[in-house]
């Protein structure tokens, strides 16, 4: 059974009138003569669908041109497709996340359009050249809360250096550079200074580009580290100290005689379930179940908390370990100063059992005290402006990677800062600030009108980055 072509739709445009406006200076010029009809490409489902466009000529009384041709709305002069392609195409690129590919086919398959790559390219192209980044720069300007987000990202050869506002929940602006070093981090926030951009707080991780760049361009902004970072590194360090206990106590269960070749016999499997677990099993139930050390008291579940206790019956020198997780969880949970969040830390540190463990040691590295001063930074900010995790950016980040696994990887320069530069002025271009914003010198959050009780908040302030 053979396939017929469509029957082409053609939609008469008649877009020559008497008058019309010169396209550069909009005065209006006379129409000298009609000019004959040409067809570009339109939108239609499972159809081929045409403007059959009927324009003028025209002369005109400015000193732009001598003559000029007018277009309808919708259709660029010259354009082989009217705009509503284009937007389908920009459409499933930057809101849909489709690579090339995928969204050419979509394309093929449900408006019957046969596109080139390079058209695509073009009008990524196009779009990007055409962003006023003026007016966006004004825009973060007006909205910024006082906070701001900064991190980096790998992508291929480049680093990818992000800002946002945590509070306002928009991107400020990014830069692509050859090499994550100083130089480039202090020239990126530099250009943020030259703005005007004056932040009170600026959230980073631990990375050691910032303390002195901040310092140079910032002295009265406060430094807050990521506690998100912070507590990451810690339990990475409490689980290299299970690891060891579990390597020990793995030996330990291969010493004595050596087994006996070929299967067990009823009566070897009797006597090994009436003797219990094995030392070497027991390691291995440890170690399937290592996470517990470090998960929070009030998420483990029933199961959980009884394999916990197997565990630290197994192998007593757990129970220090996540002793001191329990303490860890409770020195950066909400503390209501910075004197009890010190009192919390000088509990922890002076504790000599945890100073006999070298992992734990090496963890409370991380509770030096001009560290522990930034990590509590927050607290010397109002209530309602309080942010202590680089999650904000964290979460731009992972979306642009999500991007780049998409895509394969970032070939050249200038097509990732395009895309990028396209997919932020899609953000910027659906966001909308707070119904009701904060005032900057607000102490509190003000109470609920009505007597339910309200929903507790995050503690760090933030809310997911939303992308149309």
Request: charged share 30%; aromatic share 8%; net charge positive.
């Amino acid at each position: 059974m053979g396939t017929e072509a469509p029957t082409p739709i053609v939609i008469p445009v008649h877009c020559a009138p008497r008058k019309a406006p010169c396209p550069k200076c909009g005065k209006h010029g006379r129409r000298k003569r009609k000019l004959p009809p040409r067809r570009v490409r339109t939108v239609a489902y499972k159809a081929v669908a045409y403007l059959e466009i009927s324009c003028g000529e025209y002369q005109a009384r400015c000193g732009c041109c001598k003559t000029f041709r007018n277009s309808p709305d919708g259709v660029l002069p010259k354009a082989t497709y009217d705009n509503k392609v284009r937007d389908l195409v920009l459409g499933r690129i930057l809101k849909d996340g489709m690579n090339v590919e995928q969204a050419l086919d979509s394309l093929r398959r449900e408006f019957l359009l046969d596109l080139s790559t390079g058209f695509v390219y073009d009008l990524l192209h196009d779009h990007a050249a055409g962003l006023d980044m003026a007016e966006h720069r004004r825009k973060v300007l007006e909205h910024f809360r006082g906070t701001l987000c900064v991190d980096e990202l790998h992508l291929g050869r480049f680093t990818l250096l992000l800002a946002t506002d945590p509070l306002a929940d928009l991107p400020v602006a990014f830069a692509l550079v050859a090499a994550n070093d100083r130089d480039h981090m202090r020239r990126f926030l530099k250009n943020l200074k030259t703005w005007g951009l004056n932040p009170r707080v600026v959230v980073t991780d631990g990375s050691n580009l910032y303390p002195g760049v901040l310092a140079e361009l910032w002295p009265d902004a406060a430094h807050q580290l990521c506690v998100f970072h912070v507590i990451k590194d810690i339990n990475e360090s409490i689980l290299d100290a299970v690891r060891r206990l579990r390597t020990a106590m793995n030996r330990r269960g291969k010493a004595g005689r050596k087994k006996k070749r070929g299967r067990k016999g009823a009566k070897s499997k009797a006597t090994a379930a009436r003797r219990g677990m094995s030392v070497k099993e027991k390691a291995h139930f440890v170690f399937k179940r290592r996470y517990l050390i470090v998960k929070r008291r009030e998420k483990l579940t029933e199961a959980e908390r009884s394999d916990l206790e197997r565990m630290q019956e197994y192998l007593p020198e757990l129970a220090t370990l996540r002793r001191f997780a329990d303490r860890l969880y409770w020195l950066f949970d909400a503390p209501k100063s910075y004197h009890q969040a010190r009192c919390r830390r000088a509990t922890i540190v002076r504790d000599a059992a945890f100073l006999a463990v070298p992992e734990l040691a090496k963890a409370m590295e991380q509770l030096a005290e001009e560290k522990f001063a930034k990590l509590m930074a927050y607290l010397n900010s109002p209530l309602g402006r309080r942010v202590r995790t680089n999650n904000h950016v964290e979460r731009t980040n992972r979306m642009i990677r999500f991007w780049e696994k998409v895509r394969y990887k970032w070939r050249r320069r200038r097509t990732l800062v395009r895309f990028v530069v396209s997919k932020l002025d899609d953000i910027w271009g659906h966001w909308s600030a707070p119904e009701a914003e904060a005032d900057a010198d607000a102490e509190t959050i003000p109470e609920p009108k009505d007597d339910k009780p309200c929903k507790p908040q995050r503690e760090d302030g933030l809310r997911q980055l939303q992308i149309a």
